[in-house]
């Protein structure tokens, strides 16, 4: 972390205290917002995985579908003759 720059007095109207401590409180904010960030980035990398696998999933049931399709067309012909 950097160091703290301090305006001086008679710029900002704040005391020493004031500034370490609305310095602490935006310290404080940044490092909640940076742990929901990553948070909701890990979130985001679960649900694409999941998508993944479901997409996955479809994909061999679709083919699945098809053969079982296939099988029955297969069946019919062979019974017709």
């Known amino acids: 972390m950097t160091a703290r720059q301090e305006p ?3 710029r900002s109207g704040l005391d020493r205290e004031e ?3 609305i310095m602490d409180t935006l310290e404080d904010r940044v490092r909640q917002l940076e742990v929901r960030q990553a948070m909701t980035e890990q979130r985001m990398d ?3 995985q999941d998508v ?3 997409k996955t999933t479809l994909t061999w049931l679709n083919r699945l579908a098809l ?3 296939i099988a029955a067309i297969l069946n019919l012909v062979i019974k017709a003759v």
């Open 8 to 10: 001086t007095p008679n």
């Open 19 to 21: 500034w370490v401590m």
């Open 46 to 48: 679960t649900v694409a």
């Open 52 to 54: 993944k696998d479901i």
């Open 67 to 69: 053969g079982a399709l």
